[in-house]
């Protein structure tokens, strides 16, 4: 199955106001980091999803940290090769353990296959209603679209606050500052911007933050 809109689609030229304005709606806003009641993790395959959220519990952000993912269905050969049969799930608990986490610290779904799924399947198993601030774990240029599906889904009366890393390709880090400055910074950040206009039309996801 291949996704509507191309991991990373060519960008058209941009000023500085549009520059600025896809930025903001891709990172989202810059807020302070406090502690919270739930550390949710989107899951990805990846070495910097399971160490921001070992660095997370670390700190003594949250007592509790809630692991998401099954496979996905739009992904790669290369991503077939690394995961094999297991989940992504499993995957990361796997590391959280390792790194010092309690399993009773974890909870978590291993259905989902993309990040909608991932919230919508995390409702089904977790009362939300029962948190006041959630911090969730993910790459700092898909932070914009994973606020925006935890706001649709989770009650309003729970905080959302991003913690964040910079994910890297080929040796190319994609950041608020500088991502426009590579091929693959533009692209990432471009389909990511497209992703948000196209999933809140939807109704997939929420039109703000």
Do not use: C
């Not at 509507?4 to 058209?12: A, G, S, Y």
């Not at 090769?81 to 009773?104: C, F």
Request: aromatic share 10%; glycine share 8%.
């Amino acid at each position: 199955m291949k996704s509507l809109i191309p991991r990373e689609p060519e960008m058209p030229a941009l000023n500085a106001t549009q520059l600025a304005e896809v930025t903001a709606m891709v990172f989202g806003p810059d807020v302070a980091i406090q502690p919270g009641d739930l550390i949710f993790v989107f899951s990805a395959p990846q070495v910097g999803i399971w160490e921001t959220t070992l660095a997370a519990w670390q700190a003594g952000l949250a007592p509790q940290v809630f692991v998401t993912g099954g496979q996905s269905k739009t992904a790669d050969a290369q991503y077939h090769q690394l995961v094999g049969t297991r989940t992504e799930n499993a995957i990361i608990t796997e590391k959280l353990v390792a790194g010092g986490i309690p399993a009773a610290a974890l909870v978590g779904e291993n259905r989902s296959s993309n990040s909608l799924e991932n919230v919508v399947f995390a409702t089904e198993v977790f009362d939300f209603a029962t948190i006041k601030r959630l911090l969730f774990v993910t790459k700092a240029h898909v932070v914009g679209r994973h606020w925006r599906t935890l706001k649709q889904y989770l009650p309003a009366t729970v905080e959302l606050i991003p913690y964040s890393f910079v994910a890297e390709y080929n040796g190319v880090t994609v950041s608020r500052d500088n991502w426009h400055l590579s091929e693959v910074g533009r692209a990432r950040v471009w389909g990511e911007y497209l992703r948000i206009q196209a999933y809140s039309e939807k109704g997939d996801i929420a039109a703000t933050i």
